[in-house]
């Protein structure tokens, strides 16, 4: 990898989450129709549970729009989601059948106490949370416009390498979790678009330098690096 992804790559770190996670309740008070629109967007497209992987890489690429031009690109979300809507598809359903195969087993082991059901049920949500925060920045780099097999590679590095700032983003994400459903309502009309502020605020710089994001404010040329990739 080049010295500017290593640079990038190292400062998304654990102050960056922290940052981040603050500017997610900015985002809530400047853009409250946005954050309605996509989330309400992102449950109806979610409400067959297989296609959270799409709408999920959709939210991001609206929140990533807004980051870079003020409102929402209907048509740039449309072609992120045409382009990388497949594997979203896989990755989503591979995330949403091991975390129901391992829900099932930590049932079993409440139900009869079988060590073997315990043991599985454990290791299944261990591997599904490792998969989730894997995942995570893979869809904002796939938001992004950068190639699939490259979004993998980084996300899978900065997990690794940046295991603490990727727990402390997970569990900041449950905090946000926690307070939308403390106001009922709130987990359909914030908490998807929120997250995905979150996300993008935060991991947009692993596949994106600053002054390009800074550039895409106004020119998508931002992302050029990857739009040939894209196209190809």
Do not use: K
Request: proline content about 3%; glycine content about 10%; overall charge negative.
């Amino acid at each position: 990898m080049s010295d500017t992804e290593t640079e990038v790559d190292t400062d998304v770190g654990i102050e960056a989450v922290h940052g981040a996670f603050s500017a997610s309740f900015r985002f809530i008070a400047e853009n409250a129709l946005t954050v309605v629109g996509v989330s309400l967007a992102w449950t109806l497209a979610s409400l067959p549970l297989v296609t959270v992987g799409p709408a999920t890489l959709g939210a991001y690429a609206a929140v990533a729009s807004l980051r870079e031009q003020g409102s929402v690109d209907v048509g740039a979300v449309r072609e992120t989601v045409r382009d990388h809507g497949l594997n979203a598809f896989l990755l989503g359903g591979v995330v949403v059948l091991l975390a129901g195969i391992s829900v099932l087993y930590v049932a079993q082991f409440v139900r009869t106490e079988a060590t073997v059901a315990g043991v599985l049920g454990v290791a299944g949500l261990y591997v599904t949370v490792h998969l989730v925060l894997v995942l995570v920045p893979t869809f904002v780099g796939l938001a992004a416009g950068v190639p699939f097999a490259e979004a993998i590679r980084t996300s899978y590095r900065w997990t690794i390498s940046h295991s603490v700032a990727a727990l402390s983003m997970l569990l900041l994400t449950g905090v946000l979790l926690a307070l939308s459903l403390l106001l009922t309502v709130a987990f359909v009309l914030v908490f998807p678009a929120v997250a995905a502020w979150f996300h993008t605020t935060l991991l947009e710089p692993l596949f994106v330098p600053e002054g390009e994001l800074v550039s895409g404010a106004e020119d998508r040329s931002g992302s050029a690096g990857y739009a040939g990739s894209r196209g190809g």
